[in-house]
């Protein structure tokens, strides 16, 4: 904050020379805070527990407001993710490299939120942390295969080959997400005929209303975390341009100095 | 595609598979390795889940398809080694073989020696399982299109983990999740053929071929930039 002089003062979307953050990132993240604060009154105080018909959840149907948004979410991540590869790889700029890697990492905490929250409702509705449930199961697996996505980043060195690859990565794991979930549904559907945890279609009022917030405040926290994560990995590039460039011309300079020499 | 390239795509496939083949000719890797790992695994299983017949009968379908799974590993590991050392790749990358060729040559190597494991397993399966197959065809087909799925998942996943350090441990973790459905597939298939039901067995052969066709299409765009990197 005090460092900054007027050449490089932060602009409105400009990066502050301390962090991530710029001044839009920081009024989102404020409205952020306070509709998070509200959607927690509407989702466990004002609306009301489920409690019609046979199969009704009770208070349980809360969980279903931060599960179901999250879902969406990484889905969201993913999608972008398979974008920016497509976009990479027509138009070869760093930028789109760093959106496709930024959305999956962030994607992957929105799948472990998935995962969690389906997890913590499997254990009140079925008695178990885990059940063979189809959205569960492929959502398990598009976990996996987006971790092998990061693990390929990391296992490659040259910033042109991993941008390349994972751009490559990028796009067919996003063609998997849709054949892994539905031969898991077909396949779980032989076995049990009740599809378990579908939502109340009659679903209305204030719950919908929770449901809707949660999937727009879902979005917008993703939105908010890929300013950061985005920027961070724009400045990670960066970094590692410079040190190669700076290898490069201490090489340079040693060549030179031995030529000298001889 | 015009009819000529498609012409020189085959050629080239040809001349890479039959590379691999003679190759394995000349080294026994598959005959000597793969074979006896494959049935190894069969026998862990065994140990594993009990010698008592019933469960490791019913268990079958599964048990086969995961010993191929794991088998196919070694295979795909094998058919991108004989690349990497010595700087073949790059031999490869400049020969002006079309990169689907490559592809195509890859895959089928690979397929070819999955195949003979998948005999060989089967064999297995039947003398130390118990478990004889009553729909036959549905075995042949499920296994002709599941391996032609594995194999052309495998050579683009293979062709992408060839050039890295990690490769070893990085590619189970990026082909196993992409090849779920197939195992689910595969296992559902041969369920069926096990169980002398063949209804829903070939809706599931249906998709096992749909895969391979998918993945051959993926190969054939995926593999150049994938070749390049590698």
């Known amino acids: ?262 | 595609m015009t009819n000529t390239t498609l012409r020189s795509v085959i050629s080239d496939a040809r001349l890479v598979a039959g590379k691999d083949l003679r190759l394995e000719w000349r080294s026994r890797v598959t005959l000597n390795q793969l074979l006896p790992f494959a049935l190894l695994v069969l026998v862990l299983f065994a140990f594993a889940l009990d010698p008592d017949r019933s469960v490791l009968k019913d268990a079958t379908p599964g048990l086969f398809w995961l010993a191929v799974l794991f088998s196919t590993l070694l295979a795909i590991q094998r058919a991108f080694a004989v690349e990497t050392v010595d700087g073949i790749i790059d031999a490869l990358r400049i020969s002006g073989l079309d990169p689907a060729g490559i592809f195509l040559g890859k895959a089928a190597g690979i397929a070819l020696h999955l195949l003979v494991v998948e005999a060989a397993l089967l064999v297995g399966v039947t003398v130390m399982y118990g478990a004889s197959p009553s729909g036959l065809l549905l075995v042949v087909a499920t296994s002709i299109a599941a391996t032609a799925g594995l194999a052309a998942a495998g050579a683009v996943y293979g062709v992408l983990a060839a050039g890295l350090r990690v490769r070893d441990t990085l590619l189970p973790i990026l082909w196993l999740p992409v090849v779920a459905p197939l195992l689910i597939g595969a296992t559902q298939a041969f369920g069926s053929a096990y169980e002398k039901s063949s209804g829903a067995g070939w809706r599931w052969c249906g998709l096992l071929g749909a895969f391979a066709v998918l993945y051959t299409a993926i190969g054939f765009v995926a593999f150049e930039p994938l070749l390049e990197e590698s």
């Open chain 1, 1 to 262: 904050m005090t460092s900054s002089t007027p050449g490089q003062r932060a602009g409105r979307f400009d990066m502050h020379p301390d962090g991530t953050a710029s001044h839009g990132s920081r009024v989102l993240g404020s409205i952020l805070l306070i509709a998070v604060a509200i959607f927690l009154i509407v989702a466990l105080v004002a609306s009301p527990p489920d409690g019609a018909g046979a199969d009704a959840m009770g208070d349980m149907v809360r969980i279903m407001y931060v599960h179901v948004p999250v879902a969406i979410a990484c889905y969201t991540a993913f999608m972008v993710t398979a974008f920016a590869s497509a976009m990479y790889l027509w138009k070869r700029t760093e930028g789109w490299d760093c959106l496709a890697a930024a959305s999956v990492e962030v994607g992957i905490v929105f799948t472990v939120l998935t995962l969690a929250t389906g997890s913590i409702w499997g254990h009140t509705a079925w008695g178990t942390w885990w059940e063979w449930d189809p959205r569960l199961t492929s959502t398990a697996l598009m976990f996996v295969m987006y971790l092998g996505y990061l693990a390929l980043r990391r296992a490659v060195v040259d910033p042109q080959s991993r941008a390349k690859q994972a751009a490559v990565l990028g796009l067919i794991s996003f063609i998997n997400v849709p054949i892994v979930h539905y031969s898991v549904d077909w396949w779980r559907s032989l076995h049990q005929t009740a599809t378990i945890g579908r939502l109340d279609p009659t679903i209305d009022g204030l719950k919908l209303f929770a449901l809707l917030f949660g999937m727009v405040l879902a979005l917008l926290l993703y939105a908010w975390l890929m300013l950061h994560r985005f920027r961070l990995q724009w400045v990670e590039t960066q970094v590692e341009a410079k040190g190669l460039d700076t290898a490069l011309a201490e090489r340079r300079a040693e060549a030179v100095a031995d030529g000298g020499v001889r």
